[in-house]
């Protein structure tokens, strides 16, 4: 995923990264901004998750003004990476949508209301399978690698059936639209 957002002179050119409240998701491809957005509650508790229960309240109390959070993240890069690392198989598909706004921005004109509203799920299933071919690989490298989750799992339909994998999947979307 990452080799597709390599600009013209060969450097990854990744898309804004955004902290917003996402109310669910750890992170969204957001086609209007051409961003991608990360849930500050889910990164919150990334930062805070391997302090003392006592010290976890206190640092998360401190981390709440959005300057704070943002100081954290500069002073400790680390946090931002371990972040990443956890939720890998998600922020490839999210930049799976990024790669695909730029390869056709039909989604982003969509979002900012230059074209009617549509939900191409080809672009989700395409995504999907990028996340999966992503789980997929680090299977083979290194199997307890790969925590257990809902990526995973949706890997393991996908790679059981995958006719009913696209079926559900394409309900799911229809369903919530």
């Known amino acids: 995923a ?57 640092l998360r109390r401190t981390l709440e003004p959005r300057g704070a ?47 009617p509203e549509a939900q191409l799920l080809e672009y989700e299933e395409e995504a999907f399978i990028e996340q999966s071919l992503y789980l997929h690989s680090r299977l083979g490298r290194e199997p307890g690698s790969v925590r257990p989750g809902p990526e995973l799992d949706d890997y393991l339909e996908m790679t059981d059936d995958f006719p009913a994998w696209r079926r559900r999947m394409r309900d799911d979307y229809i369903a919530s639209s």
């Open 69 to 115: 959070l943002l100081e954290r993240l500069r002073a400790r890069p680390e946090a931002a990476l371990a972040f990443a690392i956890q939720h890998d198989a998600l922020l490839v598909h999210e930049l799976t949508h990024a790669w695909q706004d730029r390869r056709d921005p039909v989604l982003g004109l969509i979002a900012r209301g230059a074209l």
């Open 2 to 58: 990452l080799a597709r957002l390599r600009g013209p002179d060969g450097k990854l050119e990744l898309p804004p990264v955004l902290i917003a409240e996402l109310r669910g998701a750890t992170a969204h491809y957001d086609f209007r901004r051409g961003a991608a957005l990360i849930d500050r509650e889910s990164l919150l508790a990334s930062l805070v998750e391997d302090e003392a229960p006592a010290r976890r309240t206190a």
